[in-house]
């Protein structure tokens, strides 16, 4: 019986420590969102914020784009403007391409408003795999399919500021 209790202590100890990551295991994982040639000179940021690695090409990469979300994301300066409008949910336009990868994939998203959480709420949603993002102008998404499953690119989040063009890669 004692033997029995150390090891469902030592397992429980062993679940509490494996959700804590290394910060290697955060950047590794942020690098894998993106080609290499463009990882490897990034800055690496935490979900929280956290500098993990200070990059030279102006990309950021994150691990996850929330608290224990392992989707992670290599955005450009313009794609990132376009991040911290969509955090203090401020109004966002571009007059450049932004581009942003998630080369691992995403979570569930309301392919209509990016502040959806409630999947039964008459929204499209999805969960694109390997994909990377454009921004363009909201004036060039004219005439593009803003269907997920029409089997290319398609725009996401068309009717706010938001707007960007989902391009899969699979």
Request: with cysteine.
């Amino acid at each position: 019986m004692r033997t029995i209790y150390i090891l469902l202590v030592l397992m429980l100890v062993s679940l509490s420590s494996y959700g804590e990551e290394s910060a290697e295991v955060k950047i590794t994982r942020a690098e894998s969102a993106a080609h290499p040639a463009i990882t490897r000179e990034a800055t690496i940021m935490d979900v929280d914020g956290t500098m993990l690695r200070k990059g030279t090409n102006g990309w950021v990469c994150m691990p996850g784009i929330m608290p224990g979300d392992n989707h992670p994301m290599c955005n450009d300066e313009t794609w990132g403007q376009l991040m911290t409008a969509l955090s203090k949910k401020e109004d966002f336009k571009t007059d450049r391409v932004g581009i942003s990868y998630m080369l691992q994939g995403d979570a569930l998203v309301s392919n209509s408003s990016p502040y959806a959480t409630d999947v039964n709420n008459g929204d499209v949603w999805v969960q694109e795999g390997p994909h990377m993002m454009l921004l363009v102008p909201k004036e060039q998404l004219v005439g593009l399919s803003d269907d997920p499953f029409n089997g290319g690119p398609y725009v996401m989040w068309k009717d706010t500021p938001y707007a960007h063009i989902m391009v899969p890669i699979k």
